[in-house]
């Protein structure tokens, strides 16, 4: 046993070989060492005989299987099941024949109880050429298989992040192929570019070749060229995928029982095969993972090309700072814009919403078109009720037919099917007059699914058993053989429930019965005081107990005889009626999904329209402007998390111009360029100390003037307009505020409005008018990334960066304190600079939240920047929060107020208002900084650039009362 079991186990090196024997799936060496390391397992030690010795073992009981596989592949493991084939009783003293029924790995898991219904479950694939690479990715339960291609490899990192797949398959020269890299595994073959969170398999570059890989594909959708999946020019994407399709089609020839092994199977062998998985089925003995002569292949979808430049970037930092799908803090799906949005009924609705919100479009129409859905959907409350109850009653289509498809689904899944497709013709009535595009979609329902449907229904039971093999899956009156089968095993079985009378009468044995057990079959017993007496004629005993003897007739076995057989014959017949309709729902598996998907879209709008309606959230104008024009927003997770009315709305005008987003400058932003070309200049005379009438480039100040009023005018034709502030919206608003007043949540509202109206949602605001955005950036309070070595300083910069390089003037950059994490002057210095940057070099629509006051300076300085700041209420003893945002500067930060309302002792806070005091009283720089330059600065050349110096800093003594 242990050679057979060392011999499967070299050709799984890559999984955990769990090995039934009676009543357990055991493992040995180092398999047993990690499953009982994994699963918290007793882990003891089994005789491998004389030359080998005790080796490890560890073993789960075999009706825990599928619990105990969900968390081993929770944590990234492959397994491969290994089952018994046979009783140990029929192997005769032999080795029981055993087999690998299934190979179960992250990214190819079927199992509904392994799966979050809520979110998809991707298998990933990458190849890599130089800084050039390729994607492709499939969920095999959905059928979803999409595919890109790209340059940048941190773009690459980025997209993983997104999906964030339970495998990723990479193709390397590496000798050891075969091995499953677990999450945070290292491995000289993995590049640095992939993140090291993920499972990665590493596999054999032979599948990824062009060739082989676009023959695969032609192969698998019997299509002659590769243009119609948008793929055919795009090399990289064609080798991704078609290494992803070998992957897949390879697992399940294996989970076929194709390989190697002792327990090959003959083809004549698979009907006894499925009588002992009957058996062991109704015994309860095996599991329900996939049985081997089930799974046929995973039903992907036709290859769909993807582009990046299709939807609006969101790098992984603004994922996580947003809290799109979990919270910052502690991952959770409670508290992020998901949970806050979620009023879907489906699992197919509540796993599009997490696309949808991960994927924000970045063209007009389909935004209008959801938009036009929701509008539709809030106008008319009674239609959005009816759908979401006749929603509720519709199954998760999509894994449903993906179960039928591979021959995996039994009959309680097509039960549901059949109810689930019942209800599109209900839709269909219910959608009749509806204008916008998502609800025409299901107006029409193909019929052929409508007759699938009943079709289901009329061969299947109501309430059909879980096993297939137990028969009583198929309505009678639907196959004559079917009807006889029963009929005979009808009128067997009532000659036995009519026996005991017979017999009674016959024999004269009052207390004769009828019996049945699973090891004698039927029997009849008497009480041993009558047995004593007079055994009847015909009868022989079979079994005696202490207060019974159990006896058989020849009738009595052959009438058990046939009863058995016409069972057997019965259970096989509908078995193969069931799989028969299970692949002609197969057949259907894509045309159902296109359904589910258009279903999945509307529940997906049914609850944004919900949300809109009980949030008050409005319809937002989405132009192909830079303009970000809120009315009384709101922070659509906050407002609901606080008790209601709590929540106070605040305005927001950013950007302004058109011509950025058509990538030809319209002449307001041409003018802004002009500016753009010179702020350094400016800047720089303000932080010398001119005044502003100093300057000399008066050419400068008339384009500012001119800016100003075509802004202004601007303004008035893109009413509504907020009445927030007289002056052209600016690009960059500095945010200042005291500790806690709601900076960070002001900022994120703006981030998450803008995000859920190119998701095509309504927008928590009384009116929102908003510019389609390329990017969004976030720079959140950065935390140590230990795991990389860096420190928060580091991530900050490297953040920091990443926002310089890539911003444009369509992005929308959103920065909570930069420069923190080293000393003040050296953030000060690198907080002016960026946001000077960001206003006039690259001109992207900022919010830049600080706690440096000085940095107010540059409203002063820079026609596109304002000041706005978040007011609190200062009483004698205490400040009360506004949260209120308004145009000015803080000059305050109350960090002191802060500490103390913390908890910090009183001396500690005594002690800080009387450092602040010297502080104040002497740090030149930031006195000259907040008055603006009026203090007597210079400037000196260094490396050519002009900067600021104050006068010599006196040395502070803050210790001291001088
Ligand atoms: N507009 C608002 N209406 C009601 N409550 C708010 C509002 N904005 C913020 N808050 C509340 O105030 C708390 C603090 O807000 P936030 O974290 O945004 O402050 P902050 O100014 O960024 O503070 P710090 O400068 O210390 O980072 C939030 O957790 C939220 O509960």
Wanted: hydrophobic share 35%; charged share 25%.
């Amino acid at each position: 046993m242990i050679r057979h079991y060392v011999e499967l186990k070299d050709q799984h090196p890559h999984a955990l070989l769990l090995y039934r024997v009676g009543d357990f799936f055991e493992t040995f060496f180092q398999d047993a060492i990690a499953i009982a390391r994994e699963l918290e397992l007793i882990l003891t030690a089994k005789d491998a005989g004389k030359d080998v010795g005790k080796v490890p073992l560890a073993g789960i009981p075999h009706h825990a299987l599928d619990r105990y596989c969900a968390l081993l592949v929770e944590k990234g493991f492959a397994i491969a099941v290994c089952d018994q084939m046979e009783d140990a009783a029929d192997a005769q003293g032999q080795l029981v024949r055993r087999e690998i029924t299934r190979v179960i790995t992250p990214g190819t898991i079927l199992e509904e109880g392994m799966l979050n219904a809520r979110r998809n479950n991707f298998l990933a694939a990458v190849v890599l050429a130089g800084n050039h690479w390729g994607l492709a990715y499939a969920d095999v339960s959905t059928g979803e298989f999409l595919t890109t291609q790209s340059q940048d490899l941190e773009q690459l990192t980025q997209e993983l992040m997104r999906l964030q797949p339970s495998e990723v398959l990479f193709p390397t020269n590496a000798p050891d192929l075969v091995s499953l890299l677990r999450p945070g595994e290292k491995s000289d073959h993995l590049p640095e570019c992939l993140p090291s969170q993920f499972c990665y398999t590493l596999r054999s570059q032979a599948p990824f070749v062009l060739s082989e890989a676009r023959y695969r594909l032609l192969q698998r959708f019997r299509v002659r060229s590769l243009e119609g999946m948008g793929c055919e020019h795009l090399p990289l994407a064609v080798r991704a995928a078609g290494g992803l399709l070998e992957y897949v089609e390879t697992s399940t020839e294996k989970d076929m029982g194709k390989g190697k092994g002792e327990g090959g199977k003959e083809e004549g062998e698979r009907g006894k095969d499925k009588k002992k998985e009957a058996d062991d089925q109704r015994d309860g003995k095996t599991s329900s993972l996939i049985h081997p002569s089930a799974l046929k292949t995973f039903p992907l979808q036709p290859l769909c090309t993807y582009t990046l430049t299709e939807y609006l970037v969101i790098d992984h930092q603004t994922r996580r700072n947003l809290e799109i799908t979990q919270t910052a803090r502690d991952g959770t799906y409670h508290g992020s814009l998901l949970w806050a949005l979620d009023k879907t009924v489906t699992a197919m609705g509540s796993r599009a919403l997490r696309r949808w919100l991960l994927q924000p479009l970045l063209q007009l129409t389909p935004i209008h078109d959801r938009q036009d859905t929701i509008a539709e959907l809030v106008e008319n409350g009674s239609l959005r009720q009816t759908l979401q109850r006749l929603l509720k009653q519709i199954y998760d289509l999509e894994r449903l037919a993906g179960r039928a498809g591979s021959g995996t689904a039994n009959a309680r899944d097509l039960v549901a099917l059949a109810d689930s497709l019942d209800k599109l013709p209900d839709l269909g009535r219910l959608v009749e007059k509806t204008r916008s595009r998502y609800l025409q979609d299901l107006q029409t329902v193909p019929p052929i699914l409508e007759h699938l449907g009943q079709h289901l229904h009329a061969h299947l039971v109501e309430t059909p058993p879980l096993y297939l093999t137990d028969g009583n899956l198929i309505r009678s009156g639907i196959n004559a053989q079917l009807d006889e089968l029963r009929q005979q095993v009808e009128a067997d079985q009532h000659w036995i429930k009519n026996l005991e009378a017979v017999e009674r009468e016959r024999t004269g044995v009052s207390t004769l019965k009828v019996g049945y057990n699973k090891t004698f079959g039927y029997y009849i017993s008497i009480s041993r005081a009558k047995a004593g007496q007079q055994v009847p004629d015909g009868y022989t005993r079979k079994q005696t107990l202490t207060n019974e003897e159990r006896y058989i007739t020849q009738d009595l076995k052959e009438r058990e005889n046939r009863i058995q057989l016409a069972q057997d014959s019965l259970n096989h017949l509908e078995y193969e009626i069931f799989a028969e309709l299970r692949s002609q729902v197969g057949e259907q598996a894509e045309l159902i999904r296109t359904v589910a998907r258009s279903i999945a879209a509307i529940d997906v709008l049914c609850g944004l329209a919900e949300v809109a309606v009980y949030q008050g959230y409005c319809r937002p104008a989405i132009a192909p402007s830079r303009e970000v024009c809120l009315l009384e927003g709101r922070h659509p997770v906050v407002e609901q998390s606080l008790p209601a009315g709590f929540f106070v709305p605040n305005d927001t005008a950013l950007g302004s111009g058109e011509g950025a987003i058509s990538g030809q400058p319209s002449a307001v932003s041409r003018q802004r360029s002009v500016v753009s070309n010179q702020p350094s200049a400016v800047s720089r005379q303000r932080l010398a100390g001119e005044t502003e009438s100093e300057t000399p480039n008066s050419e400068l100040k008339t384009q500012n003037s001119k800016l100003k009023t075509q802004n202004s005018k601007l303004k008035t034709q893109n009413s509504p307009s907020p009445p927030f502030n007289p002056l052209p919206p600016p690009d960059l608003i500095v945010l200042t505020g005291p500790n806690a007043s709601g900076k960070s949540c002001y900022l994120r509202q703006v981030g998450l409005i803008q995000l859920m109206a190119q998701v095509g949602s309504f927008v928590p605001a009384q009116t929102a008018k908003l510019g389609l955005c390329d990017r969004i950036f976030t720079r959140v309070g950065a935390v140590d990334d230990l795991a990389t070595g860096q420190s928060t300083f580091m991530v900050e910069m490297n953040e920091t960066a990443n926002i310089l390089n890539h911003a444009t003037p369509r992005s929308l950059v959103l920065l909570d304190e930069i420069g923190r994490g080293t000393a003040t002057f050296d953030g000060l210095s690198i907080a002016w600079a960026v946001a000077e940057h960001l206003a006039t070099e690259i001109r992207a629509r900022t919010i830049f939240a600080t706690h440096y006051h000085e940095l107010n300076e540059l409203a002063s300085i820079l026609p596109n920047v304002a000041n706005y700041q978040v007011v609190v209420k200062e009483l004698p003893d205490q400040i009360i929060f506004l949260h209120k945002v308004q145009p000015g500067g803080a000059d305050r930060s109350y960090g002191i107020e802060a500490g103390r309302l913390a908890g910090l002792p009183a001396s500690v806070i005594q002690r800080a208002r009387q450092v602040m005091g010297q502080i104040e009283k002497h740090s030149k720089i930031a006195i000259g900084l907040r008055k603006g330059g009026q203090t007597s600065h210079s400037t000196r050349e260094k490396n050519g650039q002009a900067y600021p110096i104050d006068q010599p800093i006196e040395q502070l003594d803050i210790f001291g009362e001088g």
